[in-house]
Structures are given as C-alpha cells and as structure tokens.
C-alpha cells in the first residue's frame, strides 16, 4: 500500500491531453522546430501546423453546449502537416508513416502515436478488424502504459463535466484497449478489461475472480486502499488546480480512474505476471 501511494505522487504534475497537438489551437503553427520520426528510422527537421477544423456544422450545433466549440483541435487526423526547414510551404504525411513528434523551445514537448482498438467488455472480446489512431503527449502515467483523452463540456462559460477516455497497454501482446468511461460505474465490466488487458496471466485472472465477489477478502482490501488513495488525491492537489475551476474538475474527476489503473498495476506485478518491463 505504502509503494500504492507514493506511485500517486507521480500524478500530481500530469495534465490531461486531447484533440491533435494540444499545445497549439486549431491551425496554428508551431513557432518552435521539430523532430518527425519516421516508422523506417528516418528523421525529418521542420514546423508543424494542427489541421484545420472539419464538420463545421456539428460544432455549430455543439457551440450551444460549448461556446469553444470551433477552438478544439481535430481529435482523429489522417494526415499531419509539415513544412520542412528551408521550405515555405506545407506538406500533408500519413499518419501511418509518423511514429513520433518532438516540439523543441523553452518547454519540449513529445507526441506518441498510439494504435488502439476498441473492446467487448460483456464477451471479452477486442475488434481487432478496426483500429484508430491518436497521437497524446507521453506522461509516463504510473503502472499501465496508458493514455487519456479529456473531454470538457461548457455551459454558458462554465466547465460543468469532464469525461475521460482511456487507452492502455497490453504488456502481453502490447495492444492499446480503449475504455469506455461507462465502465467506469460497472464493476463487472471494469474487472473484464484489467483481464483484457493481463492476458494469460493465471495468478492476476484468479484474482480478479476473487475480486469480483463483494464479500471477499480481496474486495474489503480494495476498498480501504480506495479510501485512502482518495485521502490523498484531495490532500495533494496541485495548488495551481485549486485557483482553477475546470483544472479542478478535469483533476478530481480522474481520481477513480487513476485508482483503479495503480491498484491493478501494482497487483500485476506483486502476482509476477509476464512483461511488466512494458510497464511504466
């Protein structure tokens, strides 16, 4: 438990990440240079500019609920924009070819793309006949590799609710899982994607069955670590949050999730299962 909350500690300094390159608005320009890594070992030197917004229509009718509706970056991209050194113009590359972008400056900045599929959680099954792709800033969350997409909804200027998508790895296979933030308020489908997501590990899946039944001993153990990791979430937000409402509430809405992806990862490799030098 002790290792449970210093691992916490990690998170204290972690922003959430969404749409294309989140650091630059709809369209704009990097004014720093950049690295492009290729997937063929290839490196190519230049700017960067986040694509210009689509379906302006649906943001139109979004704009009632979001007033920055027409600010957001493009979150799903085919294609990236590059303007290579010495040159004055703009280059469309398939994101299929990219496997990373480093933004130099004051405050560097590097990009992941992930590849992750989405999951049955009711027949643990994974979809593997359709895939997407998003690039995330890599914070190096604590556990599972993981990634997270915020989703903040306004109303009238306010930031009334925050929804968090997460994308983690399989250290078995290294596939990427989406979860759906449903799963989130439903136990058993919460169980079904840490089995996804531990494969054949025999030890982990026999202790998620033990899990699943709310009058075991491995349940009642789950739950004082869940109270005291909440103790501690409250007690360490960043002071910064504290004078910022959305900030806030993209903050305090995450804790059930990060609970969950530590307490899991720590029981994962307390069980030794296979590969967790995949892990973070």
Not at 14 to 28: G, I
Not at 178 to 206: H, Q, T, V, W
């Amino acid at each position: 438990m002790k290792k449970l909350i210093g691992t916490f500690i990690f998170l204290l300094c972690v922003q959430s990440s969404s749409a294309q390159f989140v650091h630059l608005d709809v369209n704009e320009e990097s004014t720093e240079q950049s690295l492009i890594y290729f997937n063929d070992g290839s490196v190519l030197r230049g700017h960067i500019k986040n694509n210009p917004i689509k379906n302006k229509a649906l943001r139109l009718l979004l704009r009632t609920q979001d007033k920055n509706a027409f600010k957001h970056q493009e979150l799903k991209v085919e294609s990236i924009l590059i303007k290579k050194e010495n040159e004055s113009s703009y280059e469309e590359y398939t994101i299929d070819t990219i496997d990373k972008i480093a933004f130099y400056g004051d405050d560097p900045i590097v990009y992941k793309k992930v590849k992750f599929y989405d999951v049955n959680l009711a027949k643990l099954t994974i979809d593997r006949e359709k895939s997407e792709t998003l690039f995330f800033i890599d914070f190096n969350y604590p556990g599972f590799e993981r990634y997270r997409n915020t989703i903040v909804v306004s109303q009238n200027g306010r930031s009334e609710m925050a929804t968090h998508y997460y994308y983690a790895k399989n250290p078995n296979t290294k596939e990427f899982y989406s979860l759906n933030p449903r799963a989130m308020g439903l136990r058993g489908r919460l169980i079904s994607y840490f089995r996804l997501l531990a494969g054949d590990c025999k030890d982990f899946n026999s202790y998620l069955d033990r899990l699943s039944d709310k009058k075991s001993i491995e349940w009642k153990e789950m739950e004082e670590a869940k109270e005291e990791f909440k103790k501690n979430y409250s007690a360490n937000i960043p002071e910064d949050y504290k004078k910022n409402r959305k900030e806030r509430m993209i903050y305090n809405s995450a804790r059930n999730f990060e609970f969950w992806f530590i307490f899991m990862s720590e029981k994962y490799k307390m069980l030794a299962c296979p590969n967790t030098n995949e892990m973070n």
